[in-house]
Structures are given as structure tokens and as C-alpha cells.
């Protein structure tokens, strides 16, 4: 089966780096997607690491560690709008295609 | 942009009723899938598509069926409506496997009550 661990909540200051990590156990890994999901709103797409390494979109980084079943989304010069879940989700290839199975999301509250 | 829409945000069933979600995409694309999103649980999925009629179980398919008979529908049914099926219930759909971009593009949700 699959396992994806994250922090259930954060809290951050305005203007702070935070870190959000990630940890799976998976088979047939296909690459990690980062959701941000604000309350009462549809999960929206943030990044996708396949291969090691990282990669940086603006003011969000994510990180991949295919080794270590790990993952990290940095968020810097965080705004009060940052403050949502982040979702990671990992996708797997089986017989049945690619799915997404999703960690159960990292509430992140931003303060003054 | 991709949209998804679903046919309500907000639905109050009682128990043993038939209750039908209807999810439409209008980027002509292949794959559909039906999650619910509990606390604590995170997304879970209930069935998928990766064609018109074609359907895939998911990691929690008990009491829910799907139907595709277009590309850019997928309902999601269930059969007889219980308590335990309170929840919100979100639409994604992308493109398939080999294409550029493949993110699944997520609808508003339904949240679902049944008392």
C-alpha cells in the first residue's frame, strides 16, 4: 500500500520561511505533486518533482529525495494569504494507470 | 484555463436515498476521478476513468458507482445514501500519462449531507 506523512498544522510568521515536509512509502513512484488548498476551495496545482533536486517557482521551492522517500515544499517571504493546506500527493504507476494517493495535508496558519 | 464544475456545492440527502454528483470538464481531457476529503484522511480516492465508459476502482469504492458515457462527464451515484458518506466530495481531471502537463485540475466540491 502507500503511506505519505506530513504535519497536520503549522503555524508561521508573516514574512518567515517555513518548511513543510513530506515522507512516503510507495510503489511504483512516479513523481510528487505540492496542492495548496485554501478552506472551502478547490486544491490548486503547485509544483511536480520527478527527479532528484530542486526546484524553485517564485517565492515556493519543492524538494525531492527518491532515496529517502522524502519531500519538502518551502515557502518564503510568507504572506497571511499563504495560509492554507498543502497537500502532498504521490503518483504512482500500476496496472490500473497513474494515480494520485494524498497525504492528509499540512494546515498552515500565517500570522502578523 | 481548465475548468471543472460539479453540480452543487452543497447537498443535504437522507439516508437510503439515491444521490447522483455530476462532475464536467471542458479541456477535452481523458482522465476524470472522484475523491472524497475528509479530516485527518486527506483525499481519498473513489473510482477513476481514463476513457468514455471506461472505470477503475479506487482505494475506497464501497457503496459508489461511476458512470462516463461522455468524455467530459463523469457522475459519481450512490446507490443508497448513509451517514458515514457525509463528506466533501471533489472532481479532478488531467491529461494521461506521456502528455507535457498532467497535474489534475480539481472541481469546487460538493459537500455532501446525509442525515
Known amino acids: 500500500g502507500q503511506n505519505i506523512d506530513q504535519p497536520t498544522e503549522m503555524t508561521a510568521t508573516e514574512g518567515a520561511i517555513v518548511q513543510i515536509n513530506c515522507t512516503y512509502q510507495?510503489?511504483?513512484?512516479?513523481?510528487l505533486f505540492w496542492y495548496q488548498q485554501h478552506a472551502g476551495e478547490a486544491p490548486t496545482f503547485l509544483s511536480y518533482n520527478v527527479l532528484d533536486g530542486l526546484e524553485e517557482k517564485g517565492r515556493f521551492s519543492s524538494f525531492l529525495s527518491r532515496s529517502k522517500g522524502y519531500s519538502y515544499l518551502l515557502l518564503k517571504e510568507l504572506q497571511m494569504k499563504d495560509s492554507a493546506s498543502y497537500l502532498c500527493?504521490?503518483?504512482?504507476?500500476?496496472?490500473?494507470?497513474?494515480?494520485?494517493?494524498f497525504g492528509g495535508g499540512t494546515r498552515l496558519m500565517v500570522k502578523p | 484555463d481548465v475548468k471543472v464544475t460539479q453540480s452543487s456545492r452543497y447537498l443535504v440527502k437522507r439516508t437510503g436515498e439515491k444521490v447522483f454528483l455530476e462532475c464536467v470538464q471542458d479541456?477535452?481531457?481523458?482522465?476524470m476521478f472522484w475523491y472524497r476529503q475528509d479530516p485527518g484522511l486527506g483525499l481519498r480516492l473513489i473510482y477513476f476513468s481514463y476513457d468514455v465508459k471506461m472505470k477503475e476502482k479506487g482505494d475506497i469504492p464501497e457503496g459508489y458507482s461511476v458512470s462516463r458515457e461522455k468524455k467530459e462527464r463523469f457522475s459519481l451515484i450512490l446507490e443508497s445514501a448513509s451517514t458515514n458518506q457525509t463528506s466533501m466530495y471533489l472532481c479532478?481531471?488531467?491529461?494521461?500519462?506521456?502528455?507535457?502537463?498532467?497535474?489534475?485540475?480539481f472541481g469546487p466540491g460538493t459537500r455532501l449531507t446525509v442525515t
Open positions: 479532478a481531471s488531467s491529461r494521461p500519462q506521456g502528455a507535457n502537463f498532467y497535474e489534475q485540475y
Open positions: 500527493a504521490v503518483r504512482v504507476h500500476n496496472n490500473a494507470g497513474n494515480m494520485l494517493t
Open positions: 510507495t510503489s511504483g513512484f512516479n513523481g
Open positions: 479541456m477535452d481531457h481523458e482522465n
